[in-house]
């Protein structure tokens, strides 16, 4: 199974990913999920969300997720890419594709991915208040 | 022996600090590490059932039993995505 | 609710379709799919699928299940690319992508609209067999 | 009355055409259509199981009643995607 994983202050480039997308003639389907961050978090609205790590320990968690994402599915390839620090409103903080041959197990994998890394994987947000010197949009 | 506790997210708002140390007896639990944090820090202690803890990179129960020189994590649920 | 259906003898153009893509401030996920014809269909090596349509009744189809998908989730947008005639191997065949303000809902919403798809949309596909001429890759 | 059949994917291989036309008695159902089909079409009779049937762009039941010039689609289980 085909791995990547990027941890990354960058804004995440979907065009770039896509681009970098490669699959066998075997598989059949591609899911994709862009997690953006929404203008209200918690019924507030909100100017960006603050993303803080304990990167070894999430690297390893996601290596450990990946482990079994594999054990359980068919799966070719997994890429993932959660931005870290601050991520405006509007912005994707996190991209997931999942490579499979069915569309079934592309769909479970990656659902099962982000679940579980909701569960595990040390990654905390705090939300960014406009500043009184901002007129919220 | 000696431990290293850092925290994460909200949980150096509550500490005031982002590392720690202390000296424990040998076999000392997380259990034990954990009475002395919560009065050394008692802003921690409210949050004592929404603490995930891990030793190294892994995910550990308040029964493991500390090393000398072991790197804990404290830290609130998990929030990715 | 956003909809755009294109059913297509073109190309999928995943890249132009992911520039085109506009979301609101208040959604929070992106779930994509895209379907590829895949080298072995029912245990026989094929070179393309080909894709027929009884177009006024899939339009029609389709249509009813965007409502449907409308009345279930709040889904701010949906769009769904499929090719028809000859999709050769290891070319996407069908694209979905559904913006919501939160993944569990973007996820369902995907499915369902495919699952659907697959049971009412009509559609259907027949093997192409590399000729004698072709050397399997 | 007359009604048109539109036959899709390999149901036109099993009944050689894509269109056909039938005549039928006032009060006809697609039940009546489809007797009428099988015997025209013999090799129909055996996908009886797994045609599916519209009338337009609406799919209908066998208990349907069809009026003059209704156009009527036949065909096996879809397979988009």
Redesign the interface.
């Known amino acids: 199974m085909k791995r990547e994983l990027v941890l990354t202050t960058s804004r995440i480039d ?2 770039t990913l ?2 970098q997308r490669t ?1 066998s ?16 978090e918690a019924g507030q609205a909100i100017a960006a969300l603050e ?4 990167q ?2 999430a ?3 996601f290596a450990r997720l990946f482990d079994e994402l594999e054990k359980r599915w068919p799966v070719e390839s997994v890429r993932l890419v ?1 931005r870290l620090g601050v991520v405006p ?2 912005e994707p ?2 991209w997931v594709e999942i490579i499979a ?1 069915h ?1 079934g197990e ?2 479970a994998a ?2 099962f991915l ?1 679940d579980e ?10 939300p960014v208040a406009y500043t009184s010197l901002t007129t919220p ?1 | 022996m000696r431990v290293q506790i ?1 925290f ?3 949980f150096k708002d509550l500490t005031g600090c982002a590392r720690a140390f202390a000296a424990l007896p040998p076999g000392s639990t997380i259990a034990d590490l954990l009475r002395h944090l919560y009065v050394r820090f008692p802003k921690l202690a409210p949050m004592q059932r929404a603490t ?1 803890i ?1 030793v ?4 550990q129960k308040p029964d493991y039993m500390l090393q000398d020189g072991d790197e804990v ?1 404290l ?2 649920p ?4």
Chains 1, 3 share one sequence.
């Not at chain 2, 190294?56 to 995910?59: C, S």
Request: overall charge positive; charged content about 20%.
């Open positions: 979907e065009a896509l681009e699959m003639r075997g598989m059949g389907a591609v899911v994709c999920f862009v997690g953006v961050v929404r203008v209200d993303y803080e790590t304990f070894p320990m690297q390893h968690q959660h409103v509007n903080s996190l041959p569309r592309a769909f990656c659902q982000i890394m909701k569960r595990v994987v040390p990654i905390w947000k705090k949009q | 850092d994460y997210s909200y995930l891990a190294g990179v892994e995910y994590a830290f609130p998990v929030q990715g995505g």
